[in-house]
């Protein structure tokens, strides 16, 4: 569970959140048009910025940012084993996203280095999963196989995600919920039959 209450956050003159209030549970994709406070809203959920009100979360939280912030001077395995992972479940969590562990960052392209952001977050396990984009860098092949990928291991994971995507594709493909975001509140709020790429388009499209 991720619950914000009376949520209130600036940035200078600009209010993003006066009096945010929700509460997300399962797979939930947050979209919005730039610069609407998304990032922000998964900022606060990992209390890496200051902010007036309150936030729950259920368990440890992992936050996938927009970019990788892998150790240069690690190779792959080592990133993962950084966090607490096994060499085995490691190992096998890194040929899930098809990369090789003996690899170093400098040595992978974007798409290879959000796969091992991924793989890092789920050896982890549990908890609350925040993920910023976490598919931006990725072809429409490998797109899909990623989603249906992270569909699969958040199945074994369990606990909550909390999401920012531009993409309604990605949000139908992976999210149980979806909500739009504007000028700091929830404008639109999809599940169920009625969270079809269609729905969403007709919101997005207005902002």
Known sequence: MIEFKDVKKSFGDKTVYDGFSARFEGITAVLGRSGCGKTTLL???????????????????SYIFQQPRLIKNLTVLENLLLVGAGKEQAESMLAEVGVDGNLYPKELSGGMADRVSLARAFVRGGGTLLM????????????????????????????????????????CAVADRAVILDEGKIIADFSGEKLNEKNLIEILKTL
């Open 132 to 171: 910023d984009e976490p598919f931006r860098g990725l072809d429409i092949g490998l797109k899909t196989r990623m989603t249906d990928l992270f569909g699969r291991l958040q199945r074994d994971r369990g606990g909550d995600v909390l999401f920012v995507t531009h993409s309604p594709y990605e949000a």
């Open 43 to 61: 900022n606060i959920a990992a209390g890496l910025v200051d902010y007036e009100g309150e936030v729950k979360i259920t368990g440890e939280v």
